[in-house]
């Protein structure tokens, strides 16, 4: 017997508010869904998002949609963006960031790629006033329709919406005293408020995209070397604006990868790149380790063990050297589990039988 590894769909498609989420198996599912790379700025993280939008069409033939709030991987993606395999919006010119990645997050997508908000003059209470209008002409996500999402961009996703808030004068809260004004602008400093405000954000905005009909969600971020906000000792792992949210990501993603590289002796050079799926030691500070996770079954461990022996793979230069390639995989790995169940299974319902019939 042989099944075919299929992620369940939600009842709801685009769930932007956690507690939303109706149960405790549509957790999992999200989690099964969500894919995290997280790794310094130039090791090749877009380059790896190509591998997955191009995975993602060959698996089932369906574009892949891409939220990018990096500029820098436009070269990388356009090639699959004039093939029709990848359509992005580029967040780096949202005008209104929240609440363009709230509509992206309820699987709402701008047809054509861009959002169009607009003040009106109205009248209310008899008086003229301006108001903010969404006149964007939105295409609402249905099953079969996109394979994937990526998410480019959650450290640069949140600095976007933080600086946002920080023009608009949002949440002031405990900065309010300290703001100045010169020469009829003001001038603030984000607020504890304003840097809950944009976690929380970013947060819904992963579990709705994780909540879509499609067969996977890439988030990609940048490293973070810091502190724990909470007890100050060293911390490593993905970057989103503040410190808080860097060690407590990992429990929201299946698949949660660190993206790094040997380089020589003087650091200018890359030596080799790695992409790490078990935690791993930072090698200038032994005691400190970058996160990284799989939920492949356990019964499958031997096997992965024995085709990355060292908790990494090296991506090569071309398409199935990389990420893709781990999917696949992965992939792999769960249908041999599926299939040995279903084997399993098959053997205790014919021994049942066997015996009700006696």
Known sequence: MTTTRTLPTAKTSGVPTPTLLESPSETAQIQGRLVLLYGESGLGKSTEGKR???YIYELTGLPTRLISFEDSGKLVYEPLINLGIVD???????????????KLAEGLWPKGGEFRFVYVDKEIGG??????EDQTEYLRISPGEV?????EGLASGGESLLEFGRENHLFLREQEKDSITIGGIKLAAPSQTLYN????????????????????????????????????????????????MTGKIMKYVGLQLHYDAVKSADGKQIQERRVYF??????????????????????????????????????????????????????????????????WKAQIDLRRNTTNAA
């Not at 992005?88 to 709230?102: D, G």
């Not at 394979?147 to 998410?151: L, N, P």
């Not at 090569?316 to 279903?342: C, H, I, K, M, P």
């Open 52 to 54: 997955f939008a191009k």
């Open 88 to 102: 992005a919006v580029w967040m780096s010119k949202a005008k209104y960031p929240f609440t363009a990645l709230r």
């Open 127 to 132: 008086k003229k006033v301006s108001v903010l």
């Open 147 to 151: 394979g994937g999402y990526i998410f």
């Open 197 to 244: 405000v944009v976690q929380m954000d970013i947060l819904s905005a992963i579990k709705g995209l994780g909540m879509l009909p499609v067969e996977r969600v890439l988030l990609t971020s940048h490293e973070y070397k810091g502190e724990d906000e909470d007890t100050g000792k060293p911390l490593r792992g993905p970057a989103v604006v503040g410190k808080a």
């Open 278 to 343: 078990e935690r791993h030691p930072d090698p200038l500070f032994p005691n400190l380790f970058y996160p990284a996770k799989t939920t492949i079954p356990t019964e499958q461990l031997a096997r992965l063990s024995k085709q990355y022996p060292n908790g990494f793979f090296k991506p090569g230069l071309e398409y199935g050297t990389g990420l893709d390639q781990f999917l696949r995989f992965e992939s792999e790995l769960v249908n041999a589990q599926t299939n040995l169940e279903a084997e």
